[in-house]
């Protein structure tokens, strides 16, 4: 099992930025994908973005394409978010999940979905002003 820690959210004004990290231990984490998701009260958890292990492929949600980036560090054992021209509808918590061991490529897709993904953080709050 690996555990994950984010922080770097809070609250911005729309059009600003915000950089999320995710710190990872225990499980090795250059072997899997990594994600980022989002749930506001209510709503089902939505993928966000998703990186292979090697990050040498990436996905985003249509939502956040050319706004967003994702990136890891496998030395840092940390994944980050990039989230620049911030939205009011971008608020949520954001969660930073660990594919499941055996995990096939669809986690990195349109078709990932949060059952895709075994080890989760405790979320960080991003909320954005209009």
């Known amino acids: 099992q690996v555990q994950l820690v984010e922080s770097g959210g809070g609250l911005v004004q729309a059009g600003g930025s915000l950089r999320l990290s995710c710190a990872a231990s225990g499980r090795t984490f250059s072997s899997y994908p990594m994600g980022w998701f989002r749930q506001d009260p209510g709503k089902e958890r939505e993928v966000v973005a998703a990186?292979?292990?090697?990050?040498?492929?990436?996905y985003y949600a249509e939502s956040v394409k050319g706004r967003f980036a994702i990136s890891r560090d496998n030395a840092k054992n940390t994944l980050y978010l990039q989230m620049n021209s911030l939205k009011p509808e971008d608020t949520a918590v954001y969660y930073c999940?660990?594919?499941?061991?055996?995990?096939?490529?669809?986690?990195?897709?349109?078709?990932?979905?949060?059952?895709?993904?075994?080890?989760w953080g405790q979320g960080t709050q991003v909320t954005v002003s209009s």
């Open positions: 999940a660990a594919a499941r061991r055996g995990s096939g490529s669809q986690v990195v897709g349109p078709s990932a979905r949060a059952s895709d993904f075994g080890s």
């Open positions: 990186i292979t292990w090697s990050g040498g492929r990436t």
